[in-house]
């Protein structure tokens, strides 16, 4: 069973650039969670879709946003980037809501801002 | 506010040397709670959940217990390879997403 899959690997940019980073999740899970890891802090939650439809998000700016298509797969989007969004953007996917389902982690993007 | 907490920060242990991590918490509506570990450079691989107080799960030389406000993964006689950072994260309420703790460090010296 292929895992949780991100794309890119790593992703350079410029303060005030756009970023787009991808995800598929595990085939058969509908759930995909997006979280921050920034130097020397914890997971931060980001954003939570599930069907296609954006079911909450943590507390970070409008700046983030993201997207779940059709066949399950997501997109983060970090506009306006700030050095301070630099970190391990992490993806993950659970089989179903409404049960106590594990997350399931890609290893991530690392995204780094100059 | 829901807290997770993880101690201690980091923990250097000698192969062989059993020891205890804890994950203590304060959240409404605890649904479960789940360890994970994280190599560098990786994200988290899945280990263990556990949904009620008096709850155990054994995997290899890991085995995590609950209680209401705490739960403890102990480690029995380490090897180097289980050098890792140990998440534990909690799932509470109606809400889907995780509040995770900020992790130990575990070093494990031959």
């Known amino acids: 069973e292929a895992g949780v899959t991100q794309s890119p690997t790593h992703l350079i940019k410029t303060r005030g650039q756009q970023a787009t980073l991808r995800c598929s999740p595990i085939s058969g899970h509908t759930s995909v969670y997006w979280y921050q890891q920034a130097l020397g802090l914890g997971l931060q939650f980001l954003l939570w879709?599930?069907?296609?439809?954006?079911?909450n998000r943590g507390n970070f700016p409008p700046r983030f946003s993201g997207r779940q298509f059709p066949n399950y797969s997501s997109e983060l989007n970090v506009n306006a980037l700030e050095l301070e969004d630099s970190a391990l953007y992490l993806c993950a996917s659970s089989l179903e809501t409404g049960v106590r389902s594990p997350l399931h982690f890609g290893n991530g993007t690392r995204l780094t801002v100059t | 506010e829901d807290q997770v907490t993880q101690s201690p920060e980091a923990l250097r242990l000698q192969e062989g040397e059993s020891s205890s991590l804890n994950c203590s918490y304060t959240v409404s509506g605890l649904r479960g709670l789940f360890w994970y570990r994280q190599d560098p450079g990786k994200g988290p691989e899945f280990l263990f959940t556990l949904y009620s107080a008096g709850e155990e799960k054994e995997k290899e030389r890991l085995k995590a217990t609950l209680t209401k406000k705490e739960s403890f993964l102990h480690i029995t006689a380490p090897k180097p390879e289980d050098s890792a950072t140990y998440l534990c994260a909690v799932q509470r309420g109606n809400n889907n997403d995780m509040r995770f703790g900020a992790g130990t460090r575990l070093t494990v010296k031959p």
């Open positions: 879709y599930d069907e296609g439809e954006e079911r």
